[in-house]
């Protein structure tokens, strides 16, 4: 149990003592144990006040507070089964179900659990708490210093010529820029996952010629996680000239030299793996800036270490190897200039392929290849095994990653380890992986912040550490969708097994075998792609399993999950992702304590109401629309409800004042009810029916909104035209609030001439109009401006002439423009927006290519080459080579 799952309890257990709105609780055998509630609800609040909140307060012994916040958090948590459990007896016998069961709890004894308590609390009073800080335990580890022999040294670069695919255009770009003309020194960093070739295009750029005659003075420093300031002036001055004598001099001359070497020179020094913004604070020091354009070139795998050397320096991110450049590498490697045979070429390719663009993957493969016969049998059979090639631990892959998960912050660890349950190549949506953490507990609350706000820092986090690969962006900048590179997925697996994280089932077990290790290690997460033996998780009874995903689409879970609920009794969470089941199992219901649940469904049953701590309910289904029950109101603590269906709203007896997230609801009678009716909600998806006026200002809490009208869609044929319908133009009459930060439109048909309406959005950050959400040919944007749009989105439109200029756009990032075949071009002066970074084309014209195509150039004239322009996933270069000084 985590830190924030104790907190998740503690609200459980203020609703179970004050709610009135949850049925259950208005139980008479409920009611009667409103005291042990109340009394455990205050033992933990203090324990918790004592080991966590104080921050002036300190230990004699950090181990043995450690010691104690272990046990506290293991009482909390068999407090809270033994809650739960008699809950959910309860609620057995409130829909007249009376199992028998070993584990069952007719009765709350709480007498062990609250002697451990007041021992915890014993323990902790005999200790002194004046001098060390209470919250260390929950902080990241501070910078450890290690003596100069551990830390890697390199004495010289290029010694050896390194053979180096796919960095061509990233050299030229960090080249350019380091040499540059300004003369303040300045920092260029390269940030990338562990193994993606950071060092390998440093060394690249260090080596270049330009640059060798560039820089007066040259040098190289690898810092890794720990470090010893020594050795570190030792590594750049030996790197610098590896002809001083520096073993016997003291700090103070070791930086007296580096002073004399560097000083009046124009320098570069790369700085190699560094880890913290603190290492950065103390290097920097070190170098001086004498006005003469000397540079830092600085690599990390965290962008935030980046962005503290140096907030307004180009921070160049480094992509994975495309397929094409990873089979090329794999031949450089494997035949050293020499052609590939035929009989390779196709299994070969498939092995490249298999390492995911990650060079550290493709040069250890070659080095298996190139010690193996040059078979196409073995080179399919090694095809097919290239992860447990990369897993092995002699091979050195997972000790590289596994760097970045020890320097890991304790609460991102558990968020970390939870990407190991997904299955291989797996497109993990990052909505539902934070409702998932949510519902886990893994999410600490601030006090300033939502849980969801916070959740997506910690995704965003472990972006910036490159362990999470980017796979789409919501117009906002939000991650959409995210992938796990095999490796960073495998060391996942390893560290969830030695720390009994989750169990993954990627095999049918045995009977016997799942058993044992469900009872033995009390497994709480279960992860599997099998049809499970229900039966294999039931006996014994082990109601331990807190979390079950489930990626089979046939499976017996819904159907049976009745009979053995004494093993799924206290599940939080259940994923069943294609588990395309038609009727909702009267067994579910029987699941109380779920609060994040995704299934399909045929229909909106009201017994689904009684999950009354249910936070996200998501929901799958291939009808067309759903009546949501009656009874809605009484999933108290629902936050989010998904579906991909119409969703048609009950006359509802009391607000559902916790939601905040709606989709596709058909606001049949109007905004203004629905506001009354859910008036926390932030993000709404609504499909309009009603040309009446729909007043969304009324909404003050609106964030996100997307509409979706009655007007023709245009979609591609099967012979590959457009086809089109009658336009809704001029129906629609809409009001929106001043809190709205993305908006989308969809077959809307609204005239041009409104667009003045949103550009008036004092917050708006993201606009998508996409089939015809705006109906015409010419969009004369004016004078007016979007004050903060930094995403838009034209896609499946029938414009033909876009009239604007970089007034009407100053803080635009990144432009997208999608089947948008009849526009003419992209306005040239949409080039000059100093913010741009971003331009997206697809299924273009002839004459709009040409317009980009002169914006590429100018850009690049003026010196621009940050701007990144794609034409059907393709990056423009400039079409005139550029003279080299």
């Keep these: 149990m985590t830190y924030a799952d104790v907190q998740m309890f503690m609200e459980k257990l203020k609703q179970l003592i004050y709610s009135n709105d949850v049925p259950i609780i208005k139980i008479p055998s409920i009611v009667r144990e409103g005291p042990q509630f109340q009394m455990l609800y205050e033992k933990l609040g203090s324990m918790i006040q004592t080991l966590f909140i104080h921050q002036n307060h300190g230990l004699e012994n950090i181990e043995k507070v450690t010691t104690l916040r272990k046990r506290f958090k293991a009482v909390a948590e068999e407090a809270e089964d033994i809650v739960d459990l008699f809950l959910s007896t309860v609620h057995f016998g409130n829909y007249g179900y009376f199992p028998t069961s070993d584990v069952i709890c007719p009765s709350l004894n709480l007498e062990v659990v609250m002697r451990s308590i007041n021992s915890i609390k014993m323990e902790s009073m005999t200790m002194s708490i004046d001098n060390m800080k209470m919250d260390s335990s929950l902080r990241p580890d501070t910078l450890q210093m290690q003596s100069a022999g551990n830390s890697r040294t390199r004495n010289s670069r290029g010694s050896k010529e390194e053979i180096v695919v796919g960095f061509d255009r990233d050299a030229e770009i960090i080249r350019d820029k380091i040499a540059e003309d300004g003369k303040q020194l300045d920092v260029v960093s390269i940030v990338g996952m562990g193994g993606i070739g950071k060092t390998t295009l440093a060394n690249k750029v260090y080596t270049d010629p330009y640059v060798v005659y560039h820089f007066h003075v040259r040098g190289w420093v690898t810092v890794s996680q720990t470090y010893d300031k020594r050795d570190l002036l030792i590594q750049v001055l030996s790197s610098i000239d590896d002809q001083l004598e520096l073993k016997k001099a003291t700090d103070s001359q070791l930086r007296e030299m580096l002073h004399r070497s560097l000083y009046c020179k124009r320098y570069l020094i790369v700085i190699d793996d560094i880890w913290s913004t603190e290492a950065w604070d103390k290097l920097k020091l070190f170098f001086p800036d004498h006005n003469n354009g000397s540079r830092i070139l600085l690599t990390s795998r965290l962008t935030e270490v980046a962005a503290h050397a140096k907030s307004h320096g180009l921070i160049h991110h480094l992509q994975h190897l495309t397929e094409e450049e990873s089979w090329k590498l794999l031949c450089e490697k494997v035949f050293q200039g020499d052609e590939c045979p035929k009989w390779l070429v196709d299994p070969g390719k498939q092995i490249a392929k298999n390492c995911h663009g990650l060079p550290l993957s493709v040069v250890v493969m070659a080095g298996v290849l190139a010690k193996e016969p040059g078979t196409k049998d073995l080179w399919v059979k090694i095809s097919c095994s290239v992860s447990s090639y990369m897993a092995s631990k002699e091979k050195g892959c997972l000790e590289t990653i596994a760097l970045s998960y020890h320097h ?45 706000e916070i959740a997506n820092g910690y995704l965003m986090d472990l972006v910036d550490r490159n362990l999470l690969i980017v796979e789409k962006w919501y117009a906002a900048g939000d991650v959409s969708d995210c992938k796990v590179h095999d490796l960073v997925r495998q060391l996942c697996v390893e560290k969830g097994k030695e720390e009994r994280f989750l169990l993954k089932i990627d095999w049918p077990p045995s009977k016997h075998h799942l058993c044992e290790v469900i009872t033995t290690y009390k497994q709480r997460r279960v992860f599997t792609n099998q049809d499970i033996d229900i039966m294999s998780l039931s006996y014994p009874p082990t109601p331990s399993i807190r979390s ?26 259940l994923h069943l992702e294609i588990c395309e089941s038609n009727d909702f199992s009267p067994g579910l219901a029987l699941l109380v304590h779920l609060r994040y649940l995704y299934i399909w469904l045929s229909s909106f049953p009201p017994s689904i109401c009684s999950l009354w701590n249910l936070q996200t309910l998501d929901i799958n289904t291939m009808s067309s629309s759903m009546v949501l029950p009656s009874n809605i109101s009484d999933l108290v603590n629902l936050r989010r409800l998904y579906c991909n269906a119409d969703l048609y709203l009950p006359s509802i007896g009391k607000p559902m004042k916790l939601l ?29 029916y009603s040309d009446e006026e729909n007043d969304f200002e009324v909404l003050h809490h609106l964030q996100i909104l997307k509409l979706i009208g009655l007007g023709y869609s245009r979609r591609r044929s099967v012979e590959g035209e457009f086809l089109r319908g009658e336009p809704n133009l001029g129906k629609y009459h809409f009001r929106f609030p001043a809190t709205l930060k993305e908006l989308q439109l969809e077959r809307c048909g609204l005239p041009w001439s409104d667009m003045w309406i949103i550009q008036s959005l004092p917050n708006l950050e993201a606009l998508i109009i996409k089939d015809n959400g705006f109906n015409g040919t010419l969009w004369e944007a004016g004078e007016e401006q979007f004050q903060r749009l930094k995403f838009l989105r034209l896609q499946n439109l029938n414009i033909k002439k876009w009239e604007a200029s970089s007034i009407n756009f100053p803080c635009l990032e990144r432009l997208e423009v999608l089947n948008c075949i009849d526009l003419e071009e992209i306005p040239l002066e949409l080039g000059d927006i100093s913010t741009l970074e971003y331009i997206h084309i697809e299924n273009c014209g002839a004459s709009l290519l040409v317009s980009l195509q002169i914006i590429r150039q100018e850009q690049d004239d003026a010196g621009n080459y940050e701007l990144n322009i794609f034409v059907d996933g393709r990056k423009m270069h400039s079409c005139v080579p550029r003279n080299e000084d």
């Design 548 to 573: 079950l995903v489930c990626y089979q689409r046939e499976t017996t879970l819904t159907d049976n999950i009745s009979k053995f609920f004494h093993s799924f009794a206290l599940l939080r969470v």
């Design 660 to 688: 905040e997230i709606i989709t596709k609801v058909v606001l049949g009678e109007g905004v203004d009810n629905f506001q009354k009716c859910f008036p926390g909600i932030k993000r709404l998806v609504s499909t309009i």
């Design 408 to 452: 890991l912050p304790l609460h991102l660890r558990e968020c970390f380890l939870y990407l190991g349950g997904f299955p291989e190549d797996y497109r993990i949506s990052s909505k539902r992986l934070l409702w998932i953490w949510m519902a886990e507990g893994f999410i600490q609350e601030d006090g300033s912040r939502s849980l969801e």
